[in-house]
């Protein structure tokens, strides 16, 4: 009598396919979601503009302003006061204190680095003074 | 004998793989995809940590490099073309912004002739753009 033996097939291995996409979507929608694009960092001002009348012209009390200067040589000078870029801000701070009017004023020698200006204006920022003006060479 | 002709034969385009090609040609043209962007002068921008993000599509950059040269819109310009070219887009988009690119060793001049000359066609909202980096010295 012959015995019929049963051939011993291995089961196909197969992945489940089908569920990729929806994953691949999940995936895709969660880094379209959480993806943030480059944004620029500044420090915005807003100069005075041109058509602005003679009326408008606010005049600033001697007393209320803080002379901030930046010589050719990148020194600093507050109120014809030497000082450091980093002292600035307690500087301010305390001159806020005193008097919270008080206004910034920038006056920048023209061969004076850009660099020296950002830096300072930075401070003036950190030192959370509202009030600033920047000098303009003609006027 | 007559043969009965079988009219109804199904015309049918397969359409399943339909979304195979149409995600073949999204891919395509994402990869092919070269979106517009502006070169500008190769720029050291300052370093301040008072900086804050300024809306992308506001900013109309200025790029001042070290030599003093002025690039808007990839072109090199006078301060007064500068200008001009602002005064388009304040006009196109009144929210605009026109975004300095210093260089942090360029002269403080170039910035007051530029600013100067916005003064003029009332382009007054400005940003002094940096890097937010306060591990670095500052100038």
């Given at each position: 009598?012959?015995?019929?033996?049963?051939?011993?097939?291995r089961?196909?291995q197969?992945?489940?396919?089908?569920?990729?996409?929806?994953?691949?979507?999940?995936?895709?929608i969660?880094?379209?979601?959480?993806?943030?694009?480059?944004?620029?960092i500044?420090?915005?001002?807003?100069?005075?503009?041109?058509?602005s009348?003679?009326d408008?012209?606010?005049?600033?009390?001697?007393?209320?302003?803080?002379?901030?200067?930046i010589?050719?040589?990148?020194?600093?000078?507050?109120?014809?006061?030497?000082?450091?870029?980093?002292?600035?801000?307690k500087?301010?701070?305390?001159?806020l204190?005193?008097?919270?009017?008080?206004?910034?004023?920038?006056?920048?020698?023209?061969t004076?680095?850009?660099?020296?200006?950002a830096?300072?204006?930075?401070?003036?920022?950190?030192?959370?003074?509202?009030?600033v003006?920047?000098?303009?060479?003609?006027? | 004998?007559?043969?009965?002709?079988?009219?109804?034969?199904?015309?049918?385009?397969?359409?399943?793989?339909?979304?195979?090609?149409?995600?073949?040609?999204?891919?395509?043209?994402?990869?092919?995809?070269?979106?517009?962007?502006?070169?500008?002068?190769p720029?050291?921008?300052?370093?301040?940590?008072s900086?804050?993000?300024?809306?992308?599509?506001?900013?109309?950059?200025v790029?001042?490099?070290?030599?003093?040269?002025?690039?808007?819109?990839d072109?090199?310009?006078?301060?007064?073309?500068?200008?001009?070219?602002?005064l388009?887009?304040?006009?196109?988009?009144?929210?605009?912004?026109?975004g300095?690119?210093?260089?942090?060793?360029?002269?403080y001049?170039?910035?007051?002739?530029?600013?100067?000359?916005?003064?003029?066609?009332?382009?007054?909202?400005?940003?002094?753009?940096?890097?937010?980096?306060?591990a670095?010295p500052?100038y």
């Amino acid at each position: 009598m012959a015995v019929k033996i049963k051939k011993y097939r291995r089961p196909v291995q197969d992945m489940e396919m089908s569920s990729i996409s929806d994953i691949v979507f999940l995936l895709l929608i969660y880094f379209m979601v959480v993806a943030v694009f480059q944004q620029d960092i500044g420090m915005p001002f807003v100069l005075p503009a041109a058509d602005s009348n003679q009326d408008q012209v606010v005049k600033i009390k001697e007393s209320n302003i803080a002379d901030l200067t930046i010589d050719a040589n990148d020194l600093i000078f507050l109120d014809d006061i030497p000082l450091q870029v980093n002292q600035i801000k307690k500087r301010l701070e305390q001159r806020l204190t005193e008097n919270p009017k008080l206004v910034v004023m920038v006056n920048n020698h023209p061969t004076a680095g850009y660099g020296t200006f950002a830096a300072v204006l930075d401070e003036i920022r950190l030192a959370k003074c509202r009030r600033v003006a920047i000098k303009m060479q003609d006027g | 004998m007559k043969f009965e002709r079988n009219l109804k034969t199904k015309a049918a385009v397969p359409t399943a793989s339909m979304g195979d090609i149409v995600f073949l040609l999204l891919i395509f043209f994402m990869v092919t995809t070269v979106f517009k962007s502006e070169d500008g002068l190769p720029v050291e921008l300052p370093r301040a940590e008072s900086g804050i993000e300024v809306k992308r599509d506001n900013i109309t950059r200025v790029y001042v490099d070290a030599l003093g040269r002025i690039s808007v819109d990839d072109h090199i310009v006078t301060p007064a073309l500068a200008a001009q070219f602002m005064l388009q887009r304040t006009e196109e988009n009144p929210m605009n912004i026109v975004g300095f690119e210093g260089d942090v060793n360029a002269d403080y001049k170039y910035m007051d002739q530029i600013m100067e000359e916005l003064k003029k066609v009332n382009a007054v909202r400005i940003s002094f753009n940096n890097k937010v980096d306060s591990a670095q010295p500052k100038y």
